[in-house]
């Protein structure tokens, strides 16, 4: 999502797909829903340059597209 908060862009990827992506994009803020695995991406993530700001499940359920959670 933009400043605006229209969304930029909406992929779904695959794990193996993940780097190479965001590789590929300059530095951004990334928000990811706090997982057991979202530390790790985070940690993976802010070496490619962006900054990752982990959120609480119950406040990601208004980002998720199909809201079946």
Do not use: N
């Not at 193996?16 to 695995?37: D, H, N, R, T």
Request: net charge positive; with cysteine; hydrophobic share 40%.
């Amino acid at each position: 999502m933009d400043r605006q908060e229209r969304v930029v862009c909406r992929r779904q990827l695959r794990r193996a797909e993940v780097l190479k992506f965001f590789a590929q994009k300059a530095p951004c803020l990334i928000g990811m829903e706090a997982c057991s695995s979202s530390h790790y991406w985070a940690r993976e993530l802010g070496k490619a340059g962006h900054t990752v700001r982990l959120i609480a499940p119950q406040f990601v359920k208004p980002y998720v597209k199909s809201q079946h959670r």
